[in-house]
Each structure stands twice: as C-alpha cells, then as structure tokens.
C-alpha cells in the first residue's frame, strides 16, 4: 500500500488542473471549425465529452488507490494518455495559430476551414497521417479506460475530497523566522567551543553539528555564523554548501565567493586552492561547512589543504547527518555537538507560529487540542512542524484541521519509501495547481540555487499555470504560486544570495517522490549502458552539464519521443562547455514534444533550421553560448514564449520576422554587446512582458515608435545606441510615461559617439523619453546634451530609490534631485564638464534635501572645484569620492549615521575642515566604523 501511494500520487498531481485545461482548449469555437475541416470531429468529440467526467472520477479514485492496485494502475495509464492528448491537442491549436498568423496579411481573406487548410498544404497532408494516427490511438486508449473504470467502481462525487480553504489572506512576501525555537543552549554549547582561547597545537580545530535530516543543523549554523561574539572574534568568515556531490572545486570556489565577493569563475584548481591559502594565511578564520554527505578521505585532504597557514584559533564547523563524515575529519582537533529533536513545547510553539502567526493558542482556543496531537506526530522534528504549520495556515476551520489529524497517510511507515508522513501530509494538502507545480521541481538536483522568475517561466512553458481571460497575468499567478509554496516551506531562501531559493534535502526527496517516473534527474553515472534505468515515458529531464559532454551521456535521451524538457544545469565554465555535435544533429530533431529547451553555457555556435519544427516549444534559453544568429525558422515558433540570449557576446543579428512570435512574453538580449539593433515590427509582439535592451539601429530608428504598443513591459527596460533616434516624434511614440510596470529604465547613448559633433538635439530626445512617476531606477549614460530634461526634478518620483548619471561629459551642471523623497542611492561618474555643486542639486532650498539617501558616489569628475555645503546628509550610511583632483572641500557634514567614508584621488584637498564635519556639530559622524 506504502509504495502505491508514492506513484500514485503523481496522477493526482497531474490530471484535475490539466484535464480543466484541455477541456477549456477543446471548447474554442476557432479550435473546432478546424477540427471540422480536417474531418477529425468525431473523435476529439469523444474526448470533449468524456475528460470532465474523468475528471470527476479522480476524486474518488484517489481514495482508493491507497488499498486497490488497480486504481494505481488505472492512474498510472490515465496519466500517460493526457499527456499524449495535451500534445496532440497542442498541436492542433498550433496549426490554428499557424493558419491564422500566415494569412493576417491578406486583410480581405476570411478565415474558413477550406481557407487553413490550403494555406498549409504540407501541413494537411502531415495531420492526414502521422497526427491522425495519434488521435486514433488516443481515441482507444481512452475507451479502454472507461470500461476499466467501470470495472473499478469509481463513480462521480459532486463535490470531491474536501481540501484546504484558501479564502484566508496567504502571505505575499518571502517568510521570516520571527524566532528560532529551543536552540538557546545547543548555541551556547558550539559557542564555548568556537570561542575557547585555548588552542591546538596541531592546526585548525573542526566542529561537527550531527543529527538527522530536518532536525535544524543549518538553522543552528546560521545563528552562529551571524552571532556578534563570533563577528568580532573572528577575522573572516566564509560559507559554503558540500551537498552530495562532494565538487571541491565548486566548494572552493564558494568559500573565496563568500570570503572576497568575487567571480572566480574559469579558474582551475590549482588556481582556487593557491588564492585560498592566500587569502587565510595567518588569519582567525570560521568555515561553515553545511550539508555535508561525502566521507571520502582523499577529497577532505584535498579541499582542507589551504586551511592550514591559518591563525591556531580557526575553525571549521561541519553540519552533517553522516556519523562516517565526522570519523573522516576529526583528526586530532575533533568536537562534536549532536542535535537533538525539540521538546513538545518548542515543537508546538513552532508550529504555532506557522500556522497561526503566534507563539501559542490563546486566540484560537478550539484548536489547540488538535494542534498539540499533530505536534506529538512530528516527533520533535523543526521542519515536520515547521510544514504542518505552513500548510495549516490556510485554514482556522477545526474540521480542516481534524482531517490532517485523522489522515491515512500518518499511517505510512517512514522506512518503506523514505518520506516522513508529515511531509507527504503538507503536500497531499496541497491545492491542486500547486501540487503540479512543486513536483515539476524534482528535476532540480539537491542544493541547487533557483530564481523565482526562472522557475515561473518555466511553469508557464510546461502549461503548469493558466489564467483565465481577465484574470492575472500568468506571471503574476505563478509568482502568488511560487510565494504560496515558500510560505509552506517547500522553498527555502539562499543563506548566500537572497535572491535564491533551495529545496531542503528531504523536501527534495518529496518532490522526486510525488513526481514518479514523469520527471528525472540524470546524473553523470547515468547514461550510455545504464540508460535502460530510464522511464521510456519520462517527461521532464534535467542533467548537471560538464565541461566535456560527450554523446555517450546522451544515449538514453534518444528513446524518450515524449520529453518536453531539456535541462542542462550547473555548467562548471559557463560559456566555454563544450556539446557533442549529435545533441543539435540527431536528438533535438527527434524530440518534437519539447516545450523548455536549453543549452545554456555550451559554446555552439549555431542552431540548424530543424529548430522550426519544435512547434511545442515555449521556453528557448541559449544564454551564454556564442552563436552569431538565430536560423530564420525560429519564427515559426508561433508558442515561444520566452527567449533567453543573454551574454551571447558573439550574436550580431535577430530573424528580420521575430514579430512573426506573436506569444512572445520574455525576450532577453542583456549583455549581447555585437547586435546592431531588434528588427523591425516587433511592436507586433503585444504580450511582451520583458525586453531586457530595445536596441536602436542606425537603418530602424523607428523602432522607438513601435514600443508604444508594448503595453505589458514591466521590469527593466534599457534603450541603447539612442543616438540613432533622429526621429524626435518616433521617441515621443514610446510612451514611456504611459508604462505603470516599468520599475526600472536605463537610457544609454554610444560610448564612441563623436564628440566634436554638435548633439544638442539629443536633448529633445530625452525630453520625450520622460518614464512613469511610478520607476524606482533610474540610469542616464553617454548622453550627449548639455543640460539634463525637466522632468529629472524634485518629487516626479516619488518611488525613485536610486539614480545613476554617469559619463555625460557636456553636461555643466547635476540636475536638481536633493528632493526626490526616496532617493537612496545615488552615483555620479565622470562628469567631466561639471564645475560647481549647489543649491540647484540639492533643490532649491529644499529644508530636507537628500532625506531618505544611505549611499552617495562621486567618482571621475576631472574639472569640479566648488562643492556648497547644504546641511548635511541625514541618513547617509556611505559616502565615496574618487579621482575629483580640483575639488579643494568636502563639505559632508553633519551625517550622523555615516558608517563608511571611502576618499581616494583627491589631490587638492589638503585639510579636513570645518564644512567636512558640518560646523558646530558635535557628532558629526557619530555612527563611523
């Protein structure tokens, strides 16, 4: 019953939200006068009338799948077959869209069934075949399983297996721990061990936290790493994740990111381990060390080799739930502190903070009785009560609340599929729609760092997130996904960078679980002779990239027809990896199922045109790589909807018909520094939400005119080579002003513009290039005018958290931005035509200029002399000034909360006098580190 549950799990994770979907797609008025005239009504009319009652059917089939093999299995079959109609279905509607989007030029053409199908003859005779074949086989197979359903007695239920209620406000921002339960004396005990002045005489000293998975080890470890008495002890402090895998170069590489801040990405070995003992060498150093599995000696002695020039009061804290780990590297400097579960009170008290925003019942007395019985289920462990916790949140309905209690599924034993019954109890809670979308996670390895944005694309590429004309953007919804999975702690913020997420391993291992056979992960032990372990049905793939991947890594790929997912992950050089040419030649033809396609970071050079016949794509990601183009077939690829290019340093040119991508939603090109310009129509693309550089070309200097119709962009935006604006309406026509979501802008003009040219009129450029009071970031570089554009003043922008000016060497004078009232940060550079800073930069006489601003940058102004004091600079937390050799005053005072002055290149400034300080302030700079 045990094993029956896992597999089967993955049929409910699937079937209800996909089946809603179908059926929706199988209603479209446009879809069936199609269907009518390829003569394929009959059969998709069997589908159209039979999946919602299939879809009734679920309900009660999930009940019974924990005691009936044969509804496993009924499942199991269901599962495969709505995939193989959602393809066949897909499809179809793109042979719709193709139609439709072929004949838009004719404006006189009606669009009829006769009309579609001559304007794809190639097309028509393909569906006459191997396509009506599919839906022939599909037809069958659905029949087969509605008499087996017959046979199992599952009958409609009206209103199916009650779920959590969702109308209680779910929180919309990323979760903090408001206290950390019952871990007081397990920090004090590691304390005394990391601050113990007694030392070894034999080196470093390595602490081991132990215990099981979930129990808080790295919870434990962050206290200690962000502890003040250890920030003052120690000099440096470094943090890395071991993982599974055991990469000393990805650890090492970790270690210095987190001691430096700096890429050392392309560095060998070598390389890393001599810049590491460099950077230890004779300092009181801490490591933390989490997660770690491997145990292999040779591996430990490899990577601790830097460790030993430093300071004898160093350590090394090892988080881990592998006692062979601990015996491994103890050496003679061994301590241990083992984990034990909470207490019953802590346990609860944590649990209550999860799922009703407190320490304690006092405000919900009728539920404490059933929320202490849960507790005593989680056996003391943080994250069972800490998920619970989550997924109760939801609901303050007891009878919500005594159905987790009374499940069936706390009657599962632990070891015979390895998933504490509490997890699997948080996701079988689940709504629906989520459900699909964290199982979809399973293709992450364990410990793999991801982005919110890059997993909502790729949610939406596989149809995971649906929106309903007037609803949210799919974007949106799947960001309100993504927060709802966070809040219930399936997702887990980076301890590193706070714009990542992680799965904690046994949430990891939930998610391979619920996800069966239709996702897989595919390490580098798999491949060639091993890939008969394979799923032959398997729909979403990822693999962790090498530098070298060869075709026998690849041999299993070529039997799975129905992948819809390619996923190469964590290439070790990024852009320097190097693809067997079979993979582009002979594979990627083959998968014709595929919607999310990347190979990110390998150094291809080019796409062959039978990337056009992925007509299922949606989700194309070529980042990092170095082709020069793009084959023009990839405008046929009427689904994509996000198309990633950033960093393709060698691309020159776009397909002159990208417009031709009409569902287009992401076009990234950041950093593609060799394209002249975007083609032209892509005002046509009116569903795109991104545009990371609306680049102007010398030949389509319209192209300014066609943003206007872009009324979805959001987010960052950068206008570059605007010196090729010569229309001043055509920069009018953008409508910048008119874009609520644009947060931030940056307008860029070309660094090797001649200068000795008159550009003046680059002024009226900027004067209608005004963006939305609503931006929050502000860049304005090489632009070429003498004065800035009105509309930077005072309080045009009330939201404005940063601005940068930099390299517009014209310009004599700042604009007049003291008033913005949220200004924060705030860099000017090479400035070269400035001469004087006064009351106009702080605005006029404003009487609180600069009131909300922590950071100022001035850097590379060669000819600035007079800097007027104006009061100081209330919350200024860091102040930077560099290569400014005329300026003879820095009047920066009184900045009471200033932490950090950093002045270098200053060659006129002989004397700190009064106006630094502020004058007759007695604490000038009274928060300075």
Avoid at 261 to 283: A, F, I, T, Y
Avoid at 631 to 657: G, R
Wanted: hydrophobic content about 35%; overall charge negative; some cysteine.
């Amino acid at each position: 019953m045990d094993a029956e549950f896992i597999v089967t799990k993955v049929g409910e994770f699937i079937f209800s939200k996909f089946l809603e979907s179908l059926y929706e797609n199988l209603a479209v008025p446009k879809f069936w006068d199609f269907v009518r005239g390829q003569g394929l009504q009959e059969n998709l009319d069997k589908w159209r009338t039979t999946l919602p009652a299939i879809q009734k059917m679920l309900d009660n089939a999930e009940e019974k799948q924990y005691t009936d093999v044969d509804v496993k299995k009924w499942l199991d079959d269901l599962r495969d077959l709505i995939y193989d109609v959602d393809d066949v279905v897909d499809e179809l509607t793109t042979e719709v869209s193709t139609a439709e989007n072929e004949a838009r030029p004719s404006k006189v053409q009606k669009f009829t069934p006769s009309t579609w199908r001559t304007s794809l003859i190639p097309s028509y005779f393909e569906i006459d075949g191997r396509l009506r074949s599919k839906i022939e086989e599909a037809t069958d197979r659905l029949n087969d399983i509605l008499t087996r359903e017959g046979q199992l007695n599952l009958k409609e239920t009206a209103g199916g297996w009650s779920r959590m209620k969702t109308e209680v406000e779910a929180p919309t921002s990323v979760p903090r721990e408001p206290h950390v339960y019952g871990r007081e004396k397990d920090k004090e005990t590691v304390l005394e061990l990391l601050l113990a002045e007694k030392c070894s005489e034999a080196g470093v000293t390595v602490i081991h936290i132990l215990g099981m998975g979930g129990i808080g080890k790295t919870t434990l470890a962050q206290l200690l790493f962000n502890d003040e008495k250890v920030h003052s002890f120690f000099d440096l402090k470094a943090w890395a994740c071991v993982s599974e895998d055991f990469d000393i170069d990805r650890v090492t590489k970790a270690i210095l990111q987190s001691l430096n801040h700096e890429n050392c990405d392309g560095m060998d070995r070598n390389s890393l381990q001599v810049k590491l003992r460099e950077r230890l060498n004779g300092k009181k150093y801490l490591v933390i060390l989490d997660d770690v599995w491997n145990e292999n000696y040779d591996k430990w002695t490899s990577l601790l080799a830097p460790f030993l020039g430093g300071a004898p009061e160093s350590r090394i804290i090892i988080a881990t739930r592998n006692e062979g780990v601990a015996l491994t590297t103890c050496g003679t400097n061994y301590q241990a502190h083992r984990l034990q579960g909470l207490s019953e009170d802590d346990c609860l008290s944590l649990f209550t903070q999860h799922a009703l925003n407190t320490s304690n019942f006092s405000a919900y007395p009728t539920l404490q009785d059933i929320g202490e019985k849960i507790v005593e289920k989680c056996q003391g462990l943080p994250l069972a009560a800490k998920t619970l916790g989550g997924l109760l949140r939801t609901t303050r309905d007891r009878a919500e609340w005594e159905k987790v209690l009374k499940s069936k599924i706390w009657n599962i034993r632990e070891e015979s599929n390895g998933i504490l019954p509490a997890l699997m109890l948080s996701y079988h809670h689940l709504p629906s729609h989520l459900k699909r979308c964290f199982a979809y996670c399973s293709i992450f390895p364990k410990d793999y760092e991801f982005e919110e944005e890059q997993l909502v694309l790729l949610w939406m590429a596989e149809g995971l997130i649906q929106s309903r004309e007037g609803d949210k953007q799919m974007e949106d919804l799947g960001s309100d996904y993504f927060r709802a999975l966070l809040s219930r702690s399936f997702f887990n913020q980076s301890s590193v960078w706070k714009s990542r997420f992680v799965m904690h391993d046994l949430i990891n291992d939930l998610a391979q679980s619920v996800a069966g056979e239709i996702c897989f992960r595919m390490d580098d032990q798999i491949g060639g002779s091993d890939g008969s372990r394979l799923p032959k049905k398997a729909r979403h793939s990822s693999y962790l990239g090498a530098e070298y991947d060869s075709i026998e890594k690849f041999e299993a790929f070529f039997g799975l027809k129905y992948l819809r997912t390619f996923l190469p992950l964590m290439l070790s050089r990024r852009g320097r990896c190097y693809l067997t040419h079979n993979v582009p030649l002979q594979l990627l033809p083959k998968l014709l199922c595929l919607r999310v396609l990347s190979l990110s970071g390998y150094s291809i050079v080019e796409l062959l045109d039978s990337i056009g016949n992925l007509k299922h794509l949606r989700y194309l990601d070529l980042s990092y790589t170095q082709i020069r183009g793009l084959p023009e077939s990839t405008t046929t690829l009427y689904n994509l909807q996000t198309l990633i290019l950033k960093n393709c340093q060698f691309l020159k040119e776009l397909p002159s018909k990208l417009g031709n991508l009409v569902n287009l939603r992401h076009l990234n090109i950041l950093n593609a520094k060799k394209l002249e310009g975007v083609p032209p129509q892509i005002g046509k693309l009116t569903f795109l939400h991104t545009l990371s550089n609306l680049i102007v070309g010398k030949d389509n200097y319209s192209v300014l005119k066609e943003v206007g119709s872009l009324l979805h962009l959001r987010g960052t935006l950068i206008i570059s080579r605007l010196e090729n604006a010569i229309g001043l309406s055509n920069a009018s026509d953008a409508k910048l002003i008119e874009k609520l979501n644009l947060t931030k802008l940056s307008l860029e003009w070309s660094v090797d513009v001649d200068d000795s040219q008159d550009r003046t009129s680059e002024l009226e450029v900027l004067n209608m290039l005004q963006p939305n009071e609503a931006l929050k970031k502000l860049t304005i570089s090489w632009y070429g005018g003498t004065q800035f554009s009105t509309w930077l003043k005072g309080h045009s922008f009330p939201q404005m958290v940063l601005l940068r000016i930099e390299n517009c060497k014209k310009c004599t004078s700042l604009p007049p931005v003291g008033q913005l009232p949220s200004l924060e940060q705030l860099f000017i550079e090479g400035m070269a035509s400035v001469k004087n800073v006064d009351k106009e930069f702080y605005g006029n006489g404003s009487s609180q200029p600069f009131r909300s601003l922590k950071i100022l940058h001035f850097e590379d102004m060669k000819e600035w002399e007079n800097w007027s004091p104006n009061g100081g600079f209330p919350h200024l937390l860091e102040f930077f000034i560099g290569k400014c050799p005329k300026l003879k005053k820095l009047p920066i005072g009184p900045s009471p909360s200033l932490e950090v002055i950093y002045i270098e290149g200053m060659d006129n400034v002989k004397n700190i006098g009064p106006e630094f300080y502020g004058e007759g302030c007695s604490q000038p700079f009274g928060s300075l580190k």
